[in-house]
Structures are given as structure tokens and as C-alpha cells.
């Protein structure tokens, strides 16, 4: 864990003395205002039954705000009946808002589609009405494999409006993941599509449904298939049908049921440490709840004029609760782009906001990193001036790149949010209030109003400003997890053994002297250099602080005589490849950042970084290579050729 001890090293770098208030024109017409932390404060479950209510049409009101009394399993908005697909879809239509843009989609070879919310409501209930058609009830799990295309919201919205469960399976994995997370969740139905386009070219998706079902022992009966690039398809019959022949062909009637607030939403695999994928738990009133609240307060949204772009995947977290769920509960206009940020040219993103006049851009650090490496001149060339806020989340945001993000992508006006959250927290935590805080950068700085967070050390004693220790959550919020799938001793374990009633994160974190917070990566990520405890993302931004440094990717690898060795993976920018003394530069550089335990022992240099689909690095993989391994397992990477290339260019 990152801790005191490596003293002055860790105090440098995250020392940002910036500080970005709010412009007084923002901050005056803010949605969220400071009196939410106060009203927050007095009465927490006052305040989240108030959201709730002012955020959602309940069928039925609840009676209790929170049920704790089997902790860690807890119950909100208990009574309640609702239907998150009603909530998304008609009401904003029963409203009078029916001819407001839903999603502007846009494909990866500049085809589009445009879904009013009167069109997305029908096209919702058709799916519907084919789903139990084929057998589906309320209850059934239904996988979901489909690329970034509208059917991959449109499913996940009629499965929540039938009550069925979700578990959307990200494209990019394989047959065996697939098949893994079909068996553990049982699902019933399939619902991929013949493939998309991924760089130019079309990538298939049926292949790896058709090989993860080869061998029986299944529980699938049927799989429908969206007709996405029309390449040829093996075919099951019997079990495979075709999108258009039986959801476009299905009624567009369809009554939302009531489903009780705790009914569940969807199961989401995210990796654990060790073992195999942990399927989190959602359920309904409370994950819509938090969900809605982020979105609106946390982006200052304003439905009838904004335009909003989260460029997650749709198989990650982020892509449920800021894709599909919040934005349509709040009645916002979303842009969904299906393809690679620079296809069929790197400036494709900034092409994509100057044309749907995007004001809201929510994205991951490391395609910033990623635009950095590219050049400003890419973006320049654009009218980014729609951009009214910017969001980070996925990782530590290096101060480096938030301050490119600003200034670059934002004009230097606009401000910017760093949302820590997690799959198991299911909305935003931790976050600045963009007409309230002053942001700094690298930080993500302060819980919402409504969440309790604080950093603790080993004995789950909170740690004084300027300390480092565990994050943790003090108090129930209501889109937490409410379990791993079948495995609720394995969620009792992960989560709440660690310390008396909190729950642990598994990250790092350091309070700085505002008492602010500074996300410092996985505990797991943390180095243990001669005693000294290291954290991985400090010394990566050090690395990415330097001019010659693109990205970074930093492990401790372990070494007879410091315990562990810090080993720097970088991708260098432009003409700094050819310098011959690019590592001792480094190393020094970092020697002057963090201070001189922190100097990496080796520095190697690199074409990329392997990366998981939510923009991750695994780190797991490199530490292999820096250990002189074989690199283990590597299914879950976004590319899985990019351990190849890493290793082809460690020979040269
Ligand atoms: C939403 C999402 C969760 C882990 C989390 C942390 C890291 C996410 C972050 C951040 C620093 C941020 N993380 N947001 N670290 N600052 N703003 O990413 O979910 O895929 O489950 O990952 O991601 O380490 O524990 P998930």
C-alpha cells in the first residue's frame, strides 16, 4: 500500500499546486450547487429517497430509503416497484418528448443511425415482445455479445423492461470467455450480431458464439443474430434467428410490468485478482437512482440541449451505467460511435463532436494519453467549441494529460470531472461538482454528496492529511453491488473482511492537505522498493511528465536484493526514439520528480501497451516480461496480438 514511508517521493509529484475554480458564469448557472453537500449532510437517507423520487417515475412509492439489517447485504427503496426501460423510454415520450434525439449512432465506416425516443421506445418493445417470445421470462439470463451498435442498448433496455437479467459479454473476448460467463450465469438467449468493423476492415463476433456453444452442456435455446456487416455466418437451425425476422417482425406493443426496486438489473463479470470472473450483482431502484444523480449533477446535464458522448464500450461498466442507463433516464441525447478512434483517420473523435456539436465528453485517460502521442495538431484542426465539460475515468488521470485534455480538447475552459468509481460501485463516487470545486489535476478529489468515503491504513484507522493508505467506503450507497452471482461468501470475502463494516476498494489513496483525494492505482499495483512502498501511477506520471514519454507502464518486478526493482515500459513520442541516452534521461527525470528511490532499474521501450477492453493496463502481463517469463495469460487483452509485438521488439 502507498504509505508514508517513501516520505518525500510520494509528496512531489502529487503536490499539484494548480487549482481550476469554476468560471463565475459556470459556477452561477450550475445545476449542482455546494447546498447539495449540506443537504446531503443532514440527512443522508433523506436526501437519496428526495433523489430518487425527483429522479425517477416509481409505479410504486417505496416505503424504507434502506434496509441494512442483513449487511453487507443491503436493500433501497424498499417496497418500491418500478421499470428501468419505462424510466429510460416512455415517459420521455408520454412527456411530449418523443421527437427528441435518443442516440446518434454513428458506424465505424461513416454509415449512421438516428433514434428518436418515440422510435427507441418501439424498437424497445419489439425486441421485447421477441425476447419472450422465444421463451425468455422474468428471471432468465440473457447474454448479451454485440458490438457498439444500437441493438446492444435496445436489448439491454428489453430485457430490464421484462424483467429479464443482462450480462453483456464485451465483443472483444473470446469463445472461452464467452462460454464461461454463459455457463456461470445460465443464460438462455444469445443475442450477438454477424460481426462489426474494427480498423477498416469487418470483424466477425458469430465465429466465437458458434464455438462457444460447440460443446453441449449449454443452457442457450436460441440466438438471435443482428445483421451488422453481412459477412457469411454458419448457421444453427433451430437455435439461431435472425434480428430482423423476429424483432423487427414483433409487435410494437408491449406494457412495461412493475419489477420490485430490488429486482435485478444485470450481472457484470469484472476480473478479481486471482480466480476466475467475479459476476457483479445489480438490481434496479437504487443503481438507476445513484446512476441518474451522477449523471445530471456530475455533468451539469441539461436534456433538451445537450449532447452527450461517453466513449466507453457498451461491455464495460461505464458503458451500462453512462451509456445505456443515466443518459436515457435523464432524457439526454447520446452520441454511440461504433469504431477505433483513428479509423479512417486519427483526427475521428474530434470529427464526431464538431458534427453532433457534442457538449459532453466522457472518455478514459489512456486514449488521451493516446491523442497526446498523436499530436495537438490532429485536434486542432476541428471545432471543439460545443465542448462545455470534459470527464475522465478508468484510471488515475496523470496531471500531464488532464492538463492537455483542458487545454487542448477543452480551449482551457472547460471544466474537467475525474469520476472514480468502480463496476461494484456502479455509478460515480468520488468526483468534483463542476460549478463547485476547484479542481485540481490528478485528482479526483472529494465523494459525492451522499457517499462516505475515506482513506485508512492497516488497522482501518483513517489517516491524517498528507497520508496514504486504503480506500474505503464507510457507509452503504445505492448502486452498490448487491452480490457476486452465486457467490455471496466470496462477496463477503472480497469486500468486507478486510475492515469492520467498510467496504475495501482494492485501491490506494492519499489524503492531501485539503484533505482531497488522490487515487493512487490498485493496491495491488503498489511496489515495495527496499522497504520504500511505490506507487506505480506516481512514477508512471513522472514518466509521462517528460517531453520524450508518450506513455508509460510501470511494475515492480522482483529482485534478490531491493525485494523489488521498479522496471518503466515506455512508448517514446516523435524523434526520441533515436536518442541514445533516452533511459539515463529518464531515469534521472524521475530521480528529480519522485525522488532518487523511485528511479526505475530498467526503462524499455516499447510500440505499446497491452491493454484490457476498459483501457487498463495489465500489468500482470509486463511483470512476466520483467521476471523474464513467459507472459501468462492474455484473453481479456482489447488486442491480443500486442504481447507479441512487446516481446518482437524487447529482442531488437
Ligand atoms: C468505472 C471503472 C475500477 C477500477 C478502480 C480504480 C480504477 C476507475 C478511476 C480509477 C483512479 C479514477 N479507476 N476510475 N482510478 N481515478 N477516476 O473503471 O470500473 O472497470 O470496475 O475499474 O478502476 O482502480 O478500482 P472498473
Known sequence: MPENEAGDALENLLHENRKFPPSEDFAANAIATAALYQEAAADRLGFWAKQSRELLSWGQDFEQTLDWSEA???????????????????????????????????GEPGDTREYTYAQLTEAVKKAANAFEALGVAKGDRVAIYLPMIPEAVISMLACARIGAIHSVVFGGF??????????????????????????????????????????PGHTVQHVVVVKRNGEPVAWAEGRDRWWTETVDAASAEHEAVLHDSEHPLFILYTSGTTGKPKGILHTTGGYLTQTAYSHKNVFDLRPESDVYWCAADIGWVTGHSYIAYSPLVNGA??????????????????EIIEKYKVTILYAAPTAIRTFMKWGREIPAKYDLSSLKLLGSVGEPINPEAWMWYR?????????????????????????PLPGVTATKPGSAQVA??????????????????????YLVVKSPWPSMLRGIWGDPERYKETYWSRFDNMYFAGDGAKKDEDGD????????????????????????????????????????????????????????????????????????????????????KRILVVPELPKTRSGKIMRRLLKDIAEGREAGDATTLADAGIMQLISESLKK
Open 72 to 106: 453487507p447485504f443491503a436493500k433501497w427503496f424498499v417496497g418500491g416497484k418500478i421499470n428501468a426501460a419505462y424510466n429510460a423510454l416512455d415517459r420521455h415520450v408520454e412527456a411530449g418528448n418523443g421527437d427528441r434525439v435518443a442516440i446518434y449512432w454513428e
Open 174 to 215: 473470446s469463445a472461452d470467455a464467452l462460454r464461461n460467463r454463459i455457463d456461470d450465469a445460465e443464460a438462455k438467449l444469445v443475442i450477438t450480431a454477424d460481426g462489426t468493423y474494427r480498423r477498416g476492415a469487418p470483424s466477425p463476433l458469430k465465429p466465437a458464439v458458434d464455438a462457444a456453444l460447440e460443446a
Open 333 to 350: 441525447s447520446i452520441v454511440m460511435y461504433e469504431g477505433t478512434p483513428d479509423t479512417p483517420h486519427q483526427g475521428r473523435w474530434w
Open 407 to 431: 487545454e487542448i480538447i477543452g480551449g482551457g475552459k472547460t471544466p474537467i470531472v475525474d469520476t472514480w468509481w468502480q463496476t461494484e460501485t456502479g455509478g460515480m463516487m468520488i468526483s
Open 448 to 469: 459525492l454528496p451522499g457517499i462516505e468515503v475515506d482513506v485508512v491504513d492497516d488497522l482501518g484507522q483513517p489517516v491524517a492529511n498528507g497520508q496514504g493508505g
Open 517 to 600: 483525494i488522490w487515487l493512487l492505482g490498485r493496491v495491488d499495483d503498489v511496489m515495495n522498493v527496499s522497504g520504500h512502498r511505490l506507487s506505480t501511477t506516481e512514477i508512471e506520471s513522472a514518466l509521462v511528465s517528460h517531453p520524450s514519454v508518450a506513455e508509460a507502464a510501470v511494475v515492480g518486478a522482483s529482485d534478490e536484493t531491493t525485494g523489488q526493482a521498479v522496471v518503466a515500459f515506455v512508448i517514446l513520442r516523435g524523434s526520441a526514439a533515436e536518442d541514445p541516452d533516452v533511459e539515463q534521461t529518464l531515469r534521472n527525470h524521475v530521480g528529480k520528480e519522485i525522488g532518487p528511490i523511485a528511479k526505475p
